[in-house]
């Protein structure tokens, strides 16, 4: 029997065993020492999360504060000149943008909807929507209403509004507005043939003798059919398409109301598109030339037609929806104000849209203005004319105007009472019209009485000292004498010493930049009642208003310029003050 015999390089893997009292003894040791890692291990978990919920919630408090910075940011550069709040408005809403995905995906790896959001930039994309909707259905009339544009121009409008800004966009819609042709769009559809037709209005020998190919304007000769017909063999393929084209140019040029659909059309998509285009732009298009020179005249033209020598309030309605779309007020202003530049209607328009919008003194600068353009110098209106210009604005200023008609310059006093109760009886303003009578019955103490006590009224309701002291001059210039003088001087004083004081200042200075020749005496008799003793309690109020607003601030506009016109016309009065206030 063979016996085995283990081989020389064989190993020894025999494991030593453990004996099960060693087992048994270190037994509880191991299961110590697995319960205490799970308790830290749990421990940690938790740590953890509160650690996770701290983090969210202040990154979440951070978004938040964030975004209501940029809201008060917001509000607070809306204030600012017209050139510089939209850079910094688009640069807010960028920043704002970055810091919202930032902590959004910090937190949840996804950006956030419901972050707060400043009320500005809620209604800048509200708009931005909106005119992206409305300039669709304007490119839909355009085509539906058979336009000289190029087959197949307008709907790409549709897929990218920015191309209305393109060169040759830009060229086909002054060819529509001018009912021209650029030269390339006739090589194009026609052929070099068809040139024999047209009329080049772009190459001048003077002033443009080698303009670009692609800058070059046609318009149809003025006897396209009798040369179409001498012609027959020029444009044998397309004399149907020469004809349409020229059909369609034609009609687009009359006075027609299909011709009017067109141009109301494309001047409420020029409108919607140039808005839209600003509002996405806003870091490089400048609000100056946006609201200030090309969205006036889409106005005006829209408005104002030939055919008619009044306004549709159809049409001023339309217009005021779509200023209606402008977010910022001083922009709408802007527009407004750059209106009828050129006078007549037009310029009724301007003074239209602004006193329908806003409310005005029947002494503001605007309302003068408006009656004066009412009212031509040398020229008295009928008052069926004027009622329908006055009845379109809104009722407050309906009788504003009136009542600035009243006292107007341009007529003799009793020619301008009369067209102004004419024209308040036109409108149906009954109690105007009863208040216009009663003054023309009243007497002259009585009457200046009710003008000051009106003046009274201003001051009392904090009107600024400007519209106070543009009344004051109204009254003084008209009726001059020592009676107006002590009657304002009993006004000014009966109120806010500052009032007198800032109406004080404001004596010398015409609107205009002009010098008031009647400020001087008026200042010294002030001066003069001020410092005597008659007058000590006034005197005393007004040291003691001054006295305070030096210790506010020393270099106050205010204290500076009153004792500057006290020494103008009293230098003794002036040393008296000063030394009161305590200055010296």
């Not at 409305?134 to 920015?162: N, R, Y």
């Not at 042709?181 to 772009?202: N, S, Y």
């Not at 005006?300 to 200023?323: F, I, M, N, P, Y």
């Not at 407050?396 to 020619?415: C, G, H, N, Y």
Request: net charge neutral; charged share 25%.
């Amino acid at each position: 029997m063979n016996e085995y015999i283990p081989m020389a390089d064989e190993q020894d893997n025999t494991i030593a065993l453990v004996s099960v009292g060693k087992i048994q003894k270190e037994w509880y040791d191991l299961t110590l020492r697995v319960a205490e890692a799970e308790t830290a291990r749990i421990a940690l978990e938790q740590e953890n999360k509160a650690l996770r919920t701290l983090l969210e919630r202040v990154i979440e408090h951070r978004q938040k504060s964030h975004g209501e910075l940029v809201n008060l940011l917001t509000t607070l550069v809306s204030k600012l000149p017209l050139n510089d709040v939209g850079v910094i408005v688009a640069r807010l809403v960028e920043h704002n943008a970055h810091v919202t995905q930032v902590s959004a995906s910090l937190v949840k790896g996804k950006f956030d909807d419901n972050v707060l959001q400043p009320t500005l930039l809620k209604s800048l994309d509200k708009t931005k929507r909106d005119l992206a909707e409305a300039f669709k259905p304007e490119v839909e009339q355009l085509i539906k209403l058979d336009t000289p544009f190029e087959a197949g121009v307008l709907p790409l409008l549709l897929e990218k509004p920015d191309i209305f800004f393109s060169p040759p966009f830009v060229r086909a819609n002054r060819a529509f507005v001018k009912g021209q042709i650029p030269r390339e769009r006739v090589l194009k559809e026609f052929g070099a043939d068809a040139l024999i037709f047209f009329k080049d209005v772009t190459t001048d020998v003077k002033f443009n003798p080698r303009p670009k190919p692609e800058e070059i304007m046609l318009v149809f000769k003025p006897d396209f059919a009798e040369l179409l017909q001498q012609h027959p063999n020029v444009c044998a393929d397309h004399r149907k398409e020469l004809q349409s084209l020229h059909d369609k140019i034609r009609q687009s040029r009359e006075n027609t109301e299909h011709s009017r659909a067109q141009k109301c059309a494309f001047l409420r998509l020029s409108f919607f598109l140039e808005l839209l285009h600003y509002y996405e732009n806003q870091s490089t298009e400048s609000p100056d030339v946006v609201f200030a020179q090309r969205l006036p005249p889409l106005i005006e033209q829209l408005v104002v037609t030939g055919e008619r020598d009044s306004l549709d309030v159809k049409l001023l309605e339309s217009a005021e929806a779509l200023l209606a779309l402008i977010i910022s007020a001083d922009h709408r202003k802007a527009v407004i104000n750059n209106i009828g530049k050129a006078g007549g209607l037009p310029r009724t328009l301007r003074y239209t849209l602004a006193f329908r919008a806003e409310k005005f003194t029947d002494v503001d600068p605007l309302t003068v203005e408006c009656v004066k353009h009412l009212i031509p110098q040398g020229s008295t209106p009928a008052p069926t004319a004027l009622a329908a210009a006055v009845r379109l604005f809104n009722p407050e200023m309906q009788q504003v105007v009136i009542r600035a008609i009243a006292v107007t310059d341009r007529l003799r006093k009793e020619d301008a009472a009369k067209l102004a109760k004419a024209v308040a009886q036109e409108i149906g303003l009954k109690e105007v019209f009863e208040r216009l009578n009663e003054q023309s019955m009243l007497s002259p103490e009585r009457e200046r009485q009710l003008a000051w006590d009106h003046i009274k009224d201003l001051i009392g309701t904090r009107t600024t000292p400007n519209e106070v002291i543009a009344t004051i001059r109204k009254r003084l210039h008209g009726r001059y004498d020592a009676d107006e003088v002590k009657a304002c001087w009993l006004v000014l004083t009966e109120a806010d010493p500052m009032v007198f004081v800032r109406v004080f200042c404001l004596f010398p200075y015409m609107p205009d930049g002009q010098a008031d020749p009647l400020a001087r005496p008026i200042l010294e008799t002030f001066v003069t009642r001020l410092t005597h003793e008659k007058y000590a309690a006034v005197y005393t109020k007004t040291v003691h208003a001054l006295r305070n607003l030096f210790k506010v601030k020393a270099d106050s506009p205010a204290l500076v310029n009153f004792l500057a016109l006290v020494k103008w016309v009293d230098t003794a009065a002036a040393e008296k003050i000063s030394k009161d206030v305590g200055l010296t």
